[in-house]
């Protein structure tokens, strides 16, 4: 029998978590941040503690990891705090709506930007009869769409051929941006037009109070998104007690420390309300800074990061169908392992393509918003496991503790309820469209679990 091989050390590890996680949402999301808060000392605010309630999680994993390392992350915790079934509903809304949405989101931005060398990729070139656009109306599509469907097809056929070469070129590729990605800092901050002014800026809209922050924070959180995938590539980790849980905290800290640098040098160089206005912010701070090749070689940097963010997550997303699978919980071909490569090439392959799907299914925000709401409500189940753990498993060994233990992880469950609970009021569509593949999934649980009882 293949088995899948511990080939990533803890350099892919920290690569995974930052790959990853800076994807497109520190050069878009701070729009949309700006306009729910109306000042940039919310904007900072709402990072600062996104990235805080992002690191409780990661320190909270970090035990989760180290104590069961074992494929599919949330997944093998789920199963053993609660039992198969809240496994399965994870795994489920993983395949079908939280990570295949996530990969089409990232696909969806990478063109966002392409297509500022070549508009004709925001053309509609038709449309698809369904009520599933703004206000019910059909879809529209356009070229750039099927373009971010390949990506992701020629990103899957790469992370087919073993993980080995995926890891290897997630190490690469995150260098690359993090690079990139300090140059557009330090290019901001020793800006000759800044001023610091702008930092304590307003927009000419009203502030959203309450229901702003949490609006501006589910953007944030989506930009923080993916710090908890290297969780699903445990089983191929060389020496997971140690490295899982120095790649989760070192990671996030860096992702943190990146994003504020980042949003100080945008607001150095911009106002709130031209922050407010910019669909693509770090290309209209490098606009300012350098002219028309300053704001081409930023969206240059933008595709490169959201590259390494794509691989990141097609290699570690594919893990979660294939350990339902392993359990009898999914179709049972996602369950193979490549004889040759030691991939799980058709979960590879299925969660690929129904992401390439996804891609029609709406643009940049609307996706993120969708995506979201379904992670969060697992992640904060996942997060309680580790109370759960400690009483239900006090023998299990566990390398790492949480820090801050158990203040850190109800902190993160009780403002994963809140962001819910927001999110349920502002954006019903994507709630309940979340909600919903939740429910058709349980139909399949039904049988699934019938075989395996047989």
């Known amino acids: 029998m293949t088995n899948l091989r511990r080939d990533l050390g803890l350099s892919a590890a920290v690569s995974i978590v930052i790959g990853t996680v800076i994807g497109s949402g520190i050069f878009l999301v701070p729009k949309a941040m700006a306009t729910a808060v109306g000042d940039a000392h919310t904007v900072f605010a709402v990072w600062i503690f996104g990235g805080l309630l992002t690191l409780a999680g990661a320190l ?41 949405g996530s990969i089409a989101t990232l696909a969806s931005a990478f063109i966002l930007y392409l297509a500022n060398f070549f508009p004709a990729l925001e053309q509609v070139i038709g449309h698809i009869p369904l009520p599933l656009g703004p206000g019910g109306a059909p879809l529209e599509v356009r070229s750039g769409q099927l373009v971010a469907m390949v990506l992701i097809m020629a990103l899957a056929w790469l992370n087919y051929y073993g993980v080995k070469f995926g890891g290897g070129v997630q190490i690469a590729v995150t260098i690359l941006k993090v690079t990139l990605i300090a140059g557009v800092i330090v290019l901001g901050l020793l800006a000759t037009g800044g001023n610091v002014a702008n930092l304590s800026s307003s927009t000419s809209a009203t502030p959203g109070g309450v229901a702003g922050f949490f609006a501006a924070l589910v953007a944030a959180l989506w930009a923080y998104d993916g710090w908890n995938n290297v969780a699903m590539v445990s089983s191929e980790i060389k020496d997971p007690q140690r490295n899982l849980p120095r790649a989760l905290i070192v990671g996030t800290l860096a992702v943190v420390a990146i994003y504020l640098l980042a949003n100080v040098a945008y607001f150095y160089v911009l106002s709130a309300k031209e922050v407010s206005g910019a669909d693509r912010v770090a290309a209209d701070m490098m606009r300012r800074v350098a002219g028309e090749p300053g704001a081409a070689a930023v969206s240059i940097a933008a595709m490169v990061s959201i590259f390494a963010a794509l691989n990141g997550s097609i290699l570690t997303g594919a893990r979660v169908p294939y350990a339902m699978a392993r359990d009898g919980l ?42 979201i709401f379904s992670s969060w409500i697992l992640y904060g189940m996942a997060t309680a496991s580790v109370v759960v753990l400690r009483r239900k498993r006090p023998d299990l060994p566990r390398p790492y503790r949480t820090l801050g233990y158990p203040v850190m992880p109800v902190l993160f469950v009780l403002v994963a309820i809140a962001l819910l609970g927001s999110t349920v009021q502002t954006r019903p569509r994507e709630s309940l469209m979340g909600i919903g593949i939740i429910v058709l999934g349980l139909p399949f649980y039904a049988r699934w679990r019938g075989r395996l009882s047989a």
Do not use: C
């Open 330 to 371: 999914f179709f049972r071909p996602i369950a193979k392992i490549h004889p040759e490569y030691a991939t799980p090439s058709n979960s590879i392959l299925l969660m690929s393509a129904w992401a390439a799907v996804l891609v029609l299914s709406g643009k940049y925000e609307d996706l993120f918003n969708y995506v």
């Open 60 to 100: 909270t994993y970090a035990e989760l990891a180290s104590a069961l390392p074992e494929t599919g992350g949330e997944y093998v915790y789920l199963r053993e705090a609660y039992g198969p079934l809240w496994a399965f509903i994870y795994g489920w809304t993983q395949m079908w709506v939280a990570k295949s």
